[in-house]
């Protein structure tokens, strides 16, 4: 059984290692053809590529389709939220270097845990009380409000971090009485339709080649997804969860090989500061 379990934990730790690195790159994509397009015609095609491994996963897990049971009202605001979620990831990418704006994006841990002591009743100790302090402290070393660093792109990060939490405490709830894929499918119907109607718009008729970046985002980010379920079904959170922090590694190698951006000293001090705090929440959770 040993043997086995630790066999599950590497398999589990590889899958959420190899769905870091597929968002990672189409976090990249999204910084270069947000730059080009209008970020809800982007917002379109990553939720509609996403649709595909969204089915397949809706289907391996034997999930059912959303029915007249289903609570619509809710999933129908998440989806909204989610929106708003990528929204503003998306826009960080255009105002700021992509290891910055990844980095002020794992600030969404403490969001939830604040959250999750505020609506769900959660216990918030004074120990977990002082490491989100110090993850604010890493933060704002990152965003450095008297460096030069755009505001406006940490606004976005921060606003990002705030909504994907309203998100997650939202799929938290969720997931007491409905199946995970299921949820993933419904959240990615609803936020194509969302982002569909706004098409007319701002349409702006895409390159053969940027079309094929587009069905990257979509297709990408599901399948990342899809190693996210499989890593979490194979080894516990204690053991996959920290592995997301290497995308702040290679985001920052990313965004050198494709825009020659190179990490200041208070990036690699603040992501310290942040990394910290989340993995002790992960390691006092489990």
Request: with cysteine; hydrophobic share 55%; charged share 10%.
């Amino acid at each position: 059984m040993t043997g086995k379990s630790t066999h599950n934990n590497r398999q589990g730790a590889l899958n959420m290692l190899v769905a870091v690195f597929i968002f990672c790159l189409v976090n990249a994509v999204a910084k270069d053809t947000i730059a080009q397009y209008p970020p809800l015609e982007v917002l379109f095609f990553r939720f509609s590529g996403a649709l595909i491994p969204a089915w397949f996963l809706l289907k391996q897990d034997q999930g059912t389709f959303p029915s007249a049971n289903h609570p619509y009202g809710i999933y129908l605001l998440a989806s909204a939220i989610l929106v708003i979620d990528l929204f503003c990831l998306f826009m960080s990418f255009k105002y700021l270097p992509l290891a910055d704006a990844t980095a002020l994006s794992f600030s969404s841990i403490f969001f939830i845990t604040v959250l999750a002591a505020i609506f769900l009743k959660e216990p918030l100790s004074l120990s977990r009380i002082g490491i989100i302090i110090v993850g604010f402290i890493g933060v704002i070393i990152i965003a450095r409000p008297t460096g030069n660093i755009s505001i406006l792109g940490a606004t976005f990060s921060l606003i990002y971090a705030l909504s994907d939490a309203i998100v997650l405490l939202l799929i938290r709830v969720l997931t007491r009485t409905h199946k995970s894929s299921t949820i993933l499918f419904s959240f990615t119907s609803l936020a194509t339709l969302i982002t569909a109607s706004f098409l007319p718009f701002v349409w702006k008729t895409p390159s053969f080649i940027d079309l094929g970046k587009f069905l990257f985002l979509g297709i990408g980010g599901g399948l990342g997804q899809f190693f996210i379920t499989q890593a979490y079904k194979l080894a516990p959170a204690s053991i996959v969860a920290p592995m997301v922090y290497f995308a702040t590694l290679w985001s920052a190698l990313l965004g050198f090989m494709f825009w020659g951006e190179i990490p200041g000293m208070h990036f690699w001090i603040g992501s310290a500061f942040v990394i910290i705090s989340g993995l002790y929440i992960i390691w006092h959770e489990s």
